[in-house]
């Protein structure tokens, strides 16, 4: 069976570029973020957020044990603000939406903040930048974000931009993911 977490980082590994700036938009234990700090390397920079302390610390944790570059920088705020932080085009972003796990179920993603933030993301990607962007819709809001976001990314012009789909068609709860690839 198709396993998200490990098919989804094939797809934007290629974007990813050594020295580039990337960002992880929903940090939670900091996998993402300790993927994308090896991946832009020494020179590169990983911007990370999440709005829980606790996704903040899992993350520094991980990233230290892992003996990771020092070239991320974890902030304690809303992804729908990361305009405020950063201001160079970017090679890659990661959303994996929904819930901390092994956290509070009810602390998730939600569309009010999840929509300007991907708005923001698809603006600020750099020439062949790419998104990712996981979806969980086994629980309500996450149901509702996958929908939304379908309406949005539909909309994307095709001479910029190629979004994917990848979702498993025969079981509707499990998750799935888009993948905003910017063409030139
Ligand atoms: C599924 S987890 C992310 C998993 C993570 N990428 C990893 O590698 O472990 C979703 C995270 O999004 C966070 N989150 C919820 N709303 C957010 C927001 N508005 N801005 C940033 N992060 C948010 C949650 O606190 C949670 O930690």
Redesign the pocket.
Known sequence: MLNLRETEKNFLAPHVTEGGVAV??????????LWLSKMVGQTGTVYA????PE?ISRTAERLRSEGAYENYKLIC????TASEYISEPICAG?F??????G?DKG????RE??LP?VRWAVSALAPKGALLIAV?PGHEEGRLEGEMLQGELSLLSPKEYSVSLLKLINAPDCPFFYLIEKNK
Do not use: C, K, R
């Not at 957020?49 to 829980?52: C, L, S, V």
């Open positions: 992880d938009f929903t940090m939670g234990n900091g996998y993402d973020t957020f999440d709005i829980q996704a705020a809303s992804h729908h990661i994996n939406l929904g819930f901390l796990p956290g602390i998730t993603t939600l903040t999840t933030a969980y």
